[in-house]
């Protein structure tokens, strides 16, 4: 079993930064895959970033791609979200995932463990 909290939203005008983090507990928080998602208001929950097991791979979703970086500590038992150059189209509540395999998914239905959100806003 796997419990994971997200923390690090706020409001920011557009161009700024934010860092997100997830913390997660549990005894097989090495194992899992983890990823983030958004759901903006009226819209279904889409993926962002995504990372494996040991960190050496991470997918983006194309729209955050150059901008967002996706990481983790697994000494922490903490996975974070970089999220840089923010537009108004970022403008969501932030979920984070993690997945019972070590595998980068994009899927937001392969995903067994999730957080309650963190919004972010990000006025123009």
């Known amino acids: 079993q796997v419990q994971v909290g997200e923390s690090g939203g706020g409001l920011v005008q557009a161009g700024g930064s934010l860092r997100l983090s997830c913390a997660a507990s549990g005894r097989t928080f090495r194992s899992p895959a983890m990823g983030w998602f958004r759901q903006a208001p009226g819209k279904e929950r889409e993926f962002v970033a995504a990372?494996?097991?040991?960190?050496?791979?991470?997918a983006y979703a194309d729209s955050v791609k150059g901008r967002f970086t996706i990481s983790r500590d697994n000494a922490k038992n903490t996975m974070y979200l970089q999220m840089n150059s923010l537009k108004p189209e970022d403008t969501a509540v932030y979920y984070c995932?993690?997945?019972?395999?070590?595998?980068?998914?994009?899927?937001?239905?392969?995903?067994?463990?999730w957080g309650q959100g963190t919004q972010v806003t990000v006025s123009s």
């Open positions: 990372i494996s097991r040991s960190g050496s791979s991470s």
């Open positions: 995932a993690a997945r019972s395999s070590g595998v980068v998914s994009t899927s937001l239905n392969e995903y067994d463990y």
